[in-house]
């Protein structure tokens, strides 16, 4: 036997040192987790303290009691990437951390998602590999319900797509956001990849109809071409109601992600049908409260500007001599009069930086509309 081959160590005392490191790790876990309590037990002492305080300077401050801070966290999960010494890869770790913070979080206060819906949507898988399997997830039926959904209060957070790789942004999220008082709290990516799936036992019944959420149908619309050219294409509300029916109804397929294929049990017919190989999907958070800064952040807004020559330029020309990234523009029709547009402007910063607030209150000065729509950690996951 050559000497690579000779165990070093025995089976038994590897499975030895593994119990015994199992056991540290579960009694660190719940040390950290006594230290979440504690902390849910500060944040509301030093609330009813504000609260108190407010009653006696009869204040009209809006302090809301915030157990779940979005800055901490993308700041916890960037600390253990950035200290990550392997073998397990940095994503890894990130996504061991993200759960322990939910499981943490979860003993403060169960807090409630509100997603586009049904279960097993891409929005779905959003919401938990941002919050962490400890949330509860609730299913909206459309875009504007997650909005209402957090807006009312029925949920502390809602997901909501913003764009994709390939077929480009969201226009309901983004007009959604016009004439909503919610901030944009967090961001994060999502790889998606897309299959053919029909009810199990339909494997030989032909597909008379494919049925996805318009983005998906467009995500997959070369390979459909070629693989089912003149089969009927539905666009269904999202693509957990695709898998739905394809569950129920004879003949129908739907185009949609593995959360889908589980939930509703479905057959696999072909794997990864998206037309993009890197085909990802990125996801806003929305809740009520603005968010702290955390140290590698970004803001958006929503701008719009008057009718005339360089009023664009006007408009970004603070970022350029401030020497601010901008991450993304967006227009969109105002909605007020025909042919006047909004911008959606997005870059790296925190609105409390003092070079964002000059470049804030320059814009501010050249539009006839202007809304910060939030700042918020970039995406630590
Ligand atoms: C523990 C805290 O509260 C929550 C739980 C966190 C955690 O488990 O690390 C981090 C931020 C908050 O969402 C805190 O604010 O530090």
Same mark, same amino acid.
């Given at each position: 036997?050559?000497?690579?081959?000779?165990? =070093?160590?025995?089976?038994?005392?590897?499975? &030895?040192?593994?119990?015994?490191?199992?056991?540290?790790?579960?009694?660190?876990?719940?040390?950290?987790?006594?230290?979440?309590?504690?902390?849910?037990?500060?944040?509301?002492? @030093?609330?009813?303290?504000? &609260?108190?305080?407010?009653?006696?300077?009869?204040?009209?401050?809006?302090?809301?009691?915030?157990?779940?801070?979005?800055?901490?966290?993308?700041?916890? =999960?960037?600390?253990?990437? /950035?200290?990550?010494?392997?073998?397990?890869?940095?994503?890894?770790?990130?996504?061991?951390?993200?759960?322990?913070?939910?499981?943490?979080?979860?003993?403060?206060?169960?807090?409630?998602?509100?997603?586009?819906?049904?279960?097993?949507?891409?929005?779905?898988?959003?919401?938990?590999?941002?919050?962490?399997?400890?949330?509860?997830?609730?299913?909206?039926?459309?875009?504007?319900?997650?909005?209402?959904?957090?807006?009312?209060?029925?949920?502390?957070?809602?997901?909501?797509?913003?764009?994709?790789?390939?077929?480009?942004?969201?226009?309901?999220?983004?007009?959604?956001?016009?004439?909503?008082?919610?901030?944009?709290?967090?961001?994060?990516?999502?790889?998606? %990849?897309?299959? #053919? #799936?029909?009810?199990?036992?339909?494997?030989?019944?032909?597909?008379?109809?494919?049925?996805?959420?318009?983005?998906?149908?467009?995500?997959? %619309?070369?390979?459909?071409?070629?693989?089912?050219?003149?089969?009927?294409?539905?666009? !269904?509300?999202?693509?957990?109601?695709?898998?739905?029916?394809? /569950?129920? @109804?004879?003949?129908?397929?739907?185009?949609?992600?593995?959360?889908? @294929?589980?939930?509703?049990?479905?057959?696999?017919?072909?794997?990864?049908?998206?037309? &993009?190989?890197?085909?990802?999907? %990125?996801? #806003?958070?929305?809740?009520?409260?603005?968010? /702290?800064?955390?140290?590698?952040?970004?803001?958006? *807004?929503? !701008?719009?500007?008057?009718?005339?020559?360089?009023?664009?330029?006007?408009? *970004?020309?603070?970022?350029?001599? /401030?020497?601010?990234?901008?991450?993304?523009?967006?227009? %969109?029709?105002?909605?007020?009069?025909?042919?006047?547009?909004?911008?959606?402007?997005?870059?790296?910063?925190?609105?409390?930086?003092?070079?964002?607030?000059?470049?804030?209150?320059?814009?501010?000065?050249?539009?006839?509309?202007?809304?910060?729509?939030?700042?918020?950690?970039?995406?630590?996951?």
């Amino acid at each position: 036997m050559s000497e690579s081959n000779t165990p =070093l160590v025995s089976l038994d005392d590897l499975r &030895q040192s593994i119990d015994s490191i199992d056991t540290q790790i579960h009694d660190l876990l719940n040390r950290r987790a006594s230290c979440a309590k504690q902390v849910a037990e500060v944040k509301l002492r @030093e609330f009813a303290a504000a &609260q108190q305080f407010e009653s006696n300077t009869d204040s009209s401050s809006s302090q809301q009691l915030l157990f779940y801070r979005p800055e901490r966290e993308a700041q916890v =999960l960037s600390r253990v990437k /950035a200290a990550n010494k392997g073998p397990l890869a940095d994503d890894t770790v990130a996504f061991i951390f993200r759960e322990i913070m939910s499981a943490c979080l979860a003993l403060e206060k169960p807090m409630e998602v509100a997603y586009l819906g049904p279960l097993g949507t891409f929005s779905q898988a959003a919401a938990l590999k941002h919050f962490g399997h400890a949330v509860v997830s609730v299913p909206q039926s459309s875009i504007d319900e997650v909005f209402a959904k957090v807006a009312n209060g029925q949920c502390h957070y809602g997901v909501v797509p913003v764009e994709n790789s390939t077929e480009g942004m969201v226009s309901n999220t983004l007009d959604a956001f016009i004439n909503s008082p919610l901030k944009i709290c967090g961001e994060l990516e999502l790889r998606i %990849r897309l299959n #053919l #799936l029909v009810a199990k036992g339909g494997k030989d019944t032909p597909i008379t109809r494919i049925c996805a959420h318009q983005q998906a149908l467009a995500q997959s %619309r070369q390979w459909l071409d070629a693989h089912f050219p003149g089969v009927e294409r539905a666009a !269904v509300s999202s693509n957990g109601e695709a898998a739905r029916m394809a /569950a129920e @109804e004879e003949g129908v397929a739907a185009v949609a992600g593995d959360m889908a @294929e589980q939930q509703y049990d479905l057959l696999q017919l072909a794997a990864n049908i998206e037309d &993009q190989p890197d085909n990802t999907t %990125r996801f #806003l958070i929305i809740g009520r409260e603005d968010v /702290a800064a955390s140290g590698s952040d970004k803001t958006s *807004l929503v !701008v719009s500007a008057r009718n005339r020559p360089g009023a664009l330029f006007k408009l *970004l020309e603070p970022f350029q001599k /401030a020497d601010v990234m901008l991450t993304r523009i967006d227009t %969109r029709p105002s909605r007020t009069e025909p042919w006047t547009y909004v911008f959606f402007i997005e870059f790296e910063g925190h609105r409390d930086d003092s070079k964002i607030i000059d470049i804030l209150n320059d814009i501010e000065q050249h539009s006839i509309m202007f809304k910060v729509l939030g700042s918020y950690p970039k995406a630590a996951i």
